[in-house]
C-alpha cells in the first residue's frame, strides 16, 4: 500500500497543479489569458460548475456507501450470505461513481488525478466482489481489512481533486 502511497504523490506532484489557495485572479492562476476581468469570472465559474457535479456524483455514491457498509458492519457480522450481498452491492456504488467521474469533463491536472482515481477505485471494486465470495466469516474480516488499505490512495486522491476544485477536504474517510 505504500507504494500506492507514493504513486498517488508522484501523481500528484506530475499535475503540477496549484493548491486550493493561491494568489492571482483565476485566470492568472490556470493559465488561462488574462483577457479581461470575464474570463477570469468564466475560469472560476466553470470551476465551481466542476465541483458542483463532482461533489453531486459523490454525495449520492457516500450515501449509499453508508447505508451499505453499515448493514455490512453491524447485522451482516454473523450473516455471511447477506455480507456477500452488501459486498457486490458496495463494488457496484463504487463502479457507479466511477463511470460518472469519468463524464465530468475536468481540466488536464485534475483530469489525470481523476483516471488515477478511477483505477484506483476499480482496484479495489475487484478486490471487493472478490471478498463478495469469502467462504467464511474469518476470511471475510481478513479481506475487510485489505479493503480498508486500498481505500488510502482512492482518500487521497480524492483529497486532491478536491484541492483542485477550491472544495474542502472530505469530512470522513
Not at 114 to 141: D, I
Request: charged residues 20%.
Amino acid at each position: 500500500m505504500a507504494a500506492l502511497a507514493a504513486v498517488v504523490a508522484a501523481f500528484a506532484a506530475g499535475c503540477g497543479g496549484a493548491p486550493a489557495q493561491t494568489t492571482g485572479t483565476p485566470a492568472q492562476t490556470t493559465g488561462a489569458p488574462p483577457h479581461s476581468a470575464t474570463s477570469g469570472l468564466t475560469v472560476g465559474a466553470q470551476r465551481k460548475a466542476l465541483a458542483t457535479r463532482y461533489l453531486a456524483i459523490a454525495v449520492a455514491g457516500n450515501r449509499r456507501l453508508e447505508a451499505e457498509f453499515g448493514r455490512l458492519h453491524k447485522q451482516d457480522r454473523v450473516h455471511l450470505a447477506a455480507a456477500h450481498r452488501d459486498l457486490r452491492e458496495i463494488a457496484a456504488t463504487e463502479r457507479l461513481f466511477d463511470r460518472r467521474l469519468l463524464g465530468i469533463p475536468f481540466p488536464p491536472a485534475t483530469k489525470r488525478i481523476a483516471r488515477f482515481l478511477y483505477w484506483v477505485n476499480e482496484a479495489r471494486a475487484s478486490m471487493t466482489v472478490a471478498a463478495a465470495s469469502s467462504p467464511s466469516l474469518a476470511r471475510l474480516r481478513a479481506d475487510e481489512r485489505r479493503l480498508n488499505e486500498a481505500n488510502k490512495p482512492v482518500e487521497q486522491a480524492v483529497t486532491i481533486i478536491r484541492s483542485q476544485l477550491g472544495l474542502p477536504p472530505p469530512e470522513t474517510s
